[in-house]
Every structure is written in C-alpha cells, then in structure tokens.
C-alpha cells in the first residue's frame, strides 16, 4: 500500500471513521454512497431568484456530503436568475453543480421540498425549506403561504439547515427531520423580521480561501449583485486546493486540484463583475490594509495565530467566523465581529501543544497496511467538516453585515451549533459605531 496523503482523503469519510459510524476509511466511503437525498421545487420557487439560490446551495452543498447522489425535481424549468449561472436555464446550473435530473418523486429516499408539494411516500423523512423576509425555516409540515418574500440569504440558510437536518437524520439523530426551525438573520436571537434588501457591500477582503471563504464567495455569487459594474474583492490565501478540499469547498471540482485557491475564486467571481486583486502569501500578523483598499475583513482562517491578529490588519470592521472540531462539535460555529469588548489576542487564547493522538482502530489498521505512521497521524490530526455548515456560517456572517447595511444592530458574537439550531447566543457589539462602507443598488 503506497504512502498516506492526508490531502486525499475525504473529511466527510473521516468524520464518519472518528464518531465510530464505520470501522475503516472503505467502510466509510462504503456508507457515504448510500446517503442520497431529492429536491423537489415547485413551480413559483423554480421562478424566484432567491428560492434558485437555495437550490443550487442545496445541491451543491449535499452532493458533497451525500455520495450516494442528489436528485432533482423540477416543476418547471425557469432561466437562472442568481449571478451564477445567470440566463442559463435552471436545469442546466442544477446539473453542472452535480444534481440528477428527474421526472418523478421515488419513494423511500429522503426529501427536502420547496413550495407547497404533497408529503411523499414511504417512511423517509420529508423537510420543507421556506423563508419569510429574513426568518429561515425547516418544517416537517408544508408552510403557510409567506406574507413577506424571502431574502436571498435566509432562503439559503433554510437550505443549509435542510441539508443539515437530512444529513442528520442519515446518521441516526433522532429529532432531526422531525422538528420544526425558525431561525432569524436579522435577530439571531429573537424571530424578528428585518427590512428589505436593497443594497449590497462593494468592497470586501476575503481572508482564507477553504471552507469558509469560499462558502462567503458562494454566497457572494448567489445575492441580487448587477451584473456589470465595478466591486473590489481581495482574495489573500497561500494554498492550493486538494481533494480532501472537495468535501468543503463550495467551488471546488475534481479538475480544480492543484490550482490555487485565489485563482479559482478569482476565475469566478471576475465573471459575475467583482474585480479581484490577489494576495498569495499567509498572514502572520501586522497590518494589512492600506487607504483606498476594502474597509470590511471576511475572516475564514483556521490559523489560530492569525485569527488572535486580527486587531493588528487595519480594518474598521472585520467579521470571522470559526466551525467547532471533531465528530461532536463539526456542526457548531461561532461568528464575531471586531473590533469587540475584548482584544483579539484575548478573544482566543494561545494555541497550547497538541498532544500526541494514539493510534486506534481505523487509524491502527491504516498504519498496519501503509506502514505509514507519519502520514497516518497527519491524517489522525486533520479536522473534520461538511460544507452545509460552512455555508450556515456564511449566512449568519454576511447576514451580520447586511444587517448593519440596512440600519439593524451590530452582534459581537453569534454562537450555535446545527445539533440544535434553536439555541443561539447573541453578544451586542453596543455602542459600535456605525458601519460606513461603499454598497451598490440591488439588480431588480
């Protein structure tokens, strides 16, 4: 058996390997192809921009979780009216983003529906995704017709949460797909509406390009940007993309191995009218931003060290998000702003020495056929993760931002976890001062 990579091997399969739901890495891969799910959209959501959004986010966020393949039931087939992907017709962005078109519903396979569509046969779970204005919802009972259209974001997010809650039940926890979600963009903790969308951030530095970067860039893709016009993203992130990479990163394809990741975000958000300046080169602390460059920081690093510099890179505002570790915390988050009531240095403690892990089961066997050890504890150390969570964070964390755009109060600190989305701790920023960046109109 040749040498570990750990860059190759899958983070979904690891998660599956370290909770204990599969014995070896083939085992696990063996039970991640019999995880599959359909997507049923009715006809006015085939219609709606941001119900589209949510479409292709459910799609493009399960197949990476679920190998055994996403299925897709069209109503009607619409033009796509999101940025990505725009004038194509809807099945043709459905498909290329992995989705199997079909003409029928099958009994028995587990269902996330959007619109008001029949529950469908057989013991299988059946989740309904629905958002009003900037509330996401996930029921196991259709919804009430919305007073109020969904924003782009929380429709997403009500996919993001479908998928979780799909993801969940597959893997045997017991309410998931059986409960009913109400989760706010505009009040995390309170389910209060907000104002309509009407403009848009038009500059932004996105730092770290993995997961949760490239979830930001994603969602970036998906709101109601115009097609042409002139928006500043940086793009800083020293790495190239890897197959492991594939299981997170919403932009990420087979072909896109080796590239790196500030190329492959630029080759698409050029595309969709954002111009992009490159930063190819880690952050290790010190200032980063010079006048005339973005004023927000979207933080996406897994670099505890960077992370604790957050303060020092020069911006008047910075949102980050951070995911929890390990096989019971991959489906928490926390988002924060800065700067807050508390130093970033003093925010997140020192990184400590991580012992060494003993090899055991999956990890022991893997050695036993490689001979390996050092790959295999690289492996062992490799965190765990599902880009239906990195996606959730994305939203809560543009969400923020928007929010402060449309006039509504600035968060310190946003904290869950999709184990159970219901509980949510909230930390006001106080007396932040206003937030004063350039934005654009809406296309309507």
Same mark, same amino acid.
């Given at each position: 058996?040749?040498?570990?990579?750990?860059?190759?091997?899958?983070?979904?399969?690891?998660?599956?390997?370290?909770?204990?739901?599969?014995?070896?890495?083939?085992?696990?891969?063996?039970?991640?192809?019999?995880?599959?799910?359909?997507?049923? =959209?009715?006809?006015?959501?085939?219609?709606?921009?941001?119900?589209?959004?949510?479409?292709?986010?459910?799609?493009?966020?399960?197949?990476?979780?679920?190998?055994?393949?996403?299925?897709?039931? %069209?109503?009607?087939?619409?033009?796509?009216?999101?940025?990505?992907?725009?004038?194509?017709?809807?099945?043709?962005?459905?498909?290329?983003?992995?989705?199997?078109?079909?003409?029928?519903?099958?009994?028995?396979?587990? @269902? =996330?529906?959007? /619109?008001?569509?029949?529950?469908?046969?057989?013991?299988?779970?059946?989740?309904?995704?629905?958002?009003?204005?900037? +509330?996401?919802?996930?029921?196991?009972?259709?919804?009430?017709?919305?007073?109020?259209?969904?924003?782009?974001?929380?429709?997403? #997010?009500?996919?993001?949460?479908?998928?979780?809650?799909?993801?969940?039940?597959?893997?045997?926890?017991?309410?998931?797909?059986?409960?009913?979600?109400?989760?706010? %963009?505009?009040?995390? /903790?309170?389910?209060?509406?907000?104002?309509? +969308?009407?403009?848009?951030? $038009?500059?932004?530095?996105?730092?770290?390009?993995?997961?949760?970067?490239?979830?930001?860039?994603?969602?970036?893709?998906?709101?109601?940007?115009?097609?042409?016009?002139?928006? $500043?993203?940086?793009?800083?992130?020293?790495?190239?993309?890897?197959?492991?990479?594939?299981? @997170?990163?919403?932009?990420?394809?087979?072909?896109? =191995?080796?590239?790196?990741?500030?190329?492959?975000?630029?080759?698409?958000?050029?595309?969709?009218?954002?111009?992009? @300046?490159?930063?190819?080169?880690?952050?290790?602390?010190?200032?980063?931003?010079?006048?005339?460059?973005?004023?927000?920081?979207?933080? /996406?690093?897994?670099?505890?060290?960077?992370?604790?510099?957050?303060?020092?890179?020069?911006?008047?505002?910075?949102?980050?998000?951070?995911?929890?570790?390990?096989?019971?915390?991959?489906?928490?988050?926390?988002?924060?702003?800065?700067?807050?009531?508390?130093?970033?240095?003093?925010?997140? *403690? $020192?990184?400590?020495?991580?012992?060494?892990?003993?090899?055991?089961?999956?990890?022991?066997? #893997?050695?036993?056929?490689?001979?390996?050890?050092?790959?295999?504890?690289? %492996?062992?150390?490799?965190?765990?993760?599902?880009?239906?969570?990195?996606?959730?964070? $994305? !939203?809560? %964390?543009?969400?923020?931002?928007?929010?402060?755009?449309? /006039?509504?109060?600035?968060?310190?600190?946003?904290?869950?976890?999709?184990?159970?989305?219901?509980? +949510? @701790?909230?930390?006001?920023?106080?007396?932040? *001062?206003?937030?004063? =960046?350039?934005?654009?109109? !809406?296309?309507?």
């Amino acid at each position: 058996m040749p040498a570990i990579d750990p860059e190759s091997v899958d983070r979904v399969a690891k998660l599956l390997v370290d909770a204990g739901d599969a014995a070896s890495f083939p085992e696990a891969e063996a039970l991640l192809r019999t995880y599959r799910m359909q997507l049923v =959209i009715g006809a006015e959501q085939c219609a709606q921009a941001p119900w589209q959004a949510a479409a292709l986010s459910i799609v493009n966020t399960a197949k990476r979780a679920m190998h055994g393949g996403v299925t897709v039931i %069209l109503n009607e087939d619409s033009p796509c009216l999101v940025p990505f992907g725009h004038g194509e017709p809807l099945s043709s962005v459905l498909a290329l983003l992995g989705g199997t078109l079909a003409e029928q519903r099958e009994p028995g396979v587990a @269902t =996330i529906a959007l /619109g008001t569509h029949e529950p469908p046969v057989g013991s299988a779970p059946c989740v309904w995704a629905s958002a009003q204005g900037w +509330i996401a919802t996930v029921s196991p009972t259709p919804p009430v017709p919305p007073a109020v259209a969904a924003e782009t974001p929380a429709a997403v #997010l009500a996919g993001s949460l479908a998928v979780s809650e799909i993801f969940q039940w597959l893997r045997g926890h017991v309410v998931a797909a059986d409960r009913t979600l109400h989760v706010s %963009l505009w009040n995390p /903790g309170e389910q209060q509406d907000g104002p309509p +969308i009407t403009h848009l951030p $038009a500059e932004l530095w996105l730092l770290g390009l993995g997961h949760l970067g490239q979830a930001y860039a994603w969602l970036l893709s998906l709101l109601p940007y115009p097609l042409k016009g002139s928006r $500043a993203l940086f793009l800083q992130d020293d790495d190239c993309l890897s197959a492991a990479n594939r299981a @997170t990163s919403l932009l990420h394809s087979g072909s896109a =191995i080796t590239q790196r990741k500030t190329r492959l975000l630029a080759s698409v958000m050029d595309e969709l009218g954002w111009e992009t @300046t490159l930063i190819e080169r880690r952050y290790h602390g010190g200032k980063l931003r010079t006048p005339g460059e973005p004023g927000v920081l979207l933080g /996406g690093v897994d670099n505890l060290d960077a992370r604790r510099s957050l303060d020092e890179a020069g911006f008047p505002v910075v949102y980050d998000a951070g995911l929890g570790a390990g096989p019971d915390g991959f489906l928490a988050m926390s988002i924060r702003r800065l700067p807050g009531s508390r130093p970033s240095r003093e925010t997140w *403690p $020192a990184p400590r020495p991580r012992p060494q892990r003993e090899l055991s089961g999956a990890y022991a066997q #893997l050695e036993a056929l490689s001979g390996d050890r050092c790959g295999v504890e690289m %492996l062992a150390n490799r965190t765990v993760a599902t880009s239906f969570v990195g996606l959730a964070a $994305a !939203c809560f %964390l543009i969400g923020g931002l928007l929010r402060e755009l449309h /006039g509504g109060p600035a968060l310190e600190l946003v904290d869950l976890s999709l184990r159970d989305p219901s509980q +949510i @701790t909230v930390l006001s920023a106080g007396d932040a *001062p206003t937030l004063r =960046i350039a934005s654009v109109a !809406c296309a309507r």
